[in-house]
T-cell receptor, first 112, second 114 residues
Framework: GNSVTQMEGPVTLSEEAFLTINCTYT??????LFWYVQYPGEGLQLLLK?????DKGSNKGFEATYRKETTSFHLEKGSVQVSDSAVYFC???????????FGTGTRLKVLA | DVKVTQSSRYLVKRTGEKVFLECVQD?????MFWYRQDPGLGLRLIYF???????EKGDIPEGYSVSREKKERFSLILESASTNQTSMYLC?????????????FGPGTRLTVT
């Protein structure tokens, strides 16, 4: 079946460091791909999305490119801030259905 | 802005109690979901509903039931709470129009069963 695999955390970085959080997926068909972020004590909120191969989603300085050839959707940010400390979830939407499949989440801690 | 609210942020219940978790959304969304979130396991789908009175089992429905009598409200019921149901419960909703079915989440209910 379809699945999403994320790198295990926690990831600890200094402020202004470069961030990459890896995400790969297994899916039949053409899923849509998402990154959600969960700040401490809150629910998940959509960070960015991509619907087809080579699409790049971007928001708040974060970017991810839908790579069909490597079945990946890695999250990147050029310069992280303390306020980016959160848990990040990669997810896919099975084509034509309402259901999402989530990765296990990667906790990011940014130190001042 | 879409708003999804959950009835409690924190809840402590005893083993064997019947527990109701309520979720309300204000965007007229057709689809609603209940997940549980556990460390190292991510989000797992318990049940979802694509219309009033309609429901489908997710990946881990055992020990849970749901109710959707009105479009805006989706309830999760633990018929007889057990300690292994201690978890964070997240509700979400999405629209059936368009193609992305973007999900909007509530703040979560942290349930402890003692």
């Amino acid at each position: 079946g379809n699945s999403v695999t994320q790198m295990e955390g926690p990831v600890t970085l200094s402020e202004e460091a470069f961030l990459t959080i890896n995400c790969t997926y297994t899916a039949t068909g053409y899923p849509s791909l998402f990154w959600y972020v969960q700040y401490p004590g809150e629910g998940l909120q959509l960070l960015l999305k991509a619907t087809k191969a080579d699409d790049k989603g971007s928001n708040k300085g974060f970017e991810a490119t839908y790579r069909k050839e490597t079945t990946s959707f890695h999250l990147e940010k050029g310069s992280v801030q303390v306020s980016d400390s959160a848990v990040y979830f990669c997810a896919l939407s099975e084509g034509g259905t309402y259901k999402y499949i989530f990765g296990t989440g990667t906790r990011l801690k940014v130190l001042a | 802005d879409v708003k999804v609210t959950q009835s409690s942020r924190y809840l402590v219940k005893r083993t064997g109690e019947k527990v109701f978790l309520e979720c309300v959304q204000d965007m007229d969304h057709e689809n609603m979901f209940w997940y549980r979130q556990d460390p190292g396991l991510g989000l797992r789908l318990i049940y979802f509903s694509y219309d009033v009175k309609m429901k489908e089992k997710g990946d881990i429905p055992e020990g849970y039931s749901v109710s959707r009598e009105k479009k805006e409200r989706f309830s999760l019921i633990l018929e007889s709470a057990s300690t292994n149901q201690t978890s964070m419960y997240l509700c979400a909703s999405s629209s059936s129009s368009g193609s992305l079915y973007e999900q909007y989440f509530g703040p979560g209910t942290r349930l402890t069963v003692t």
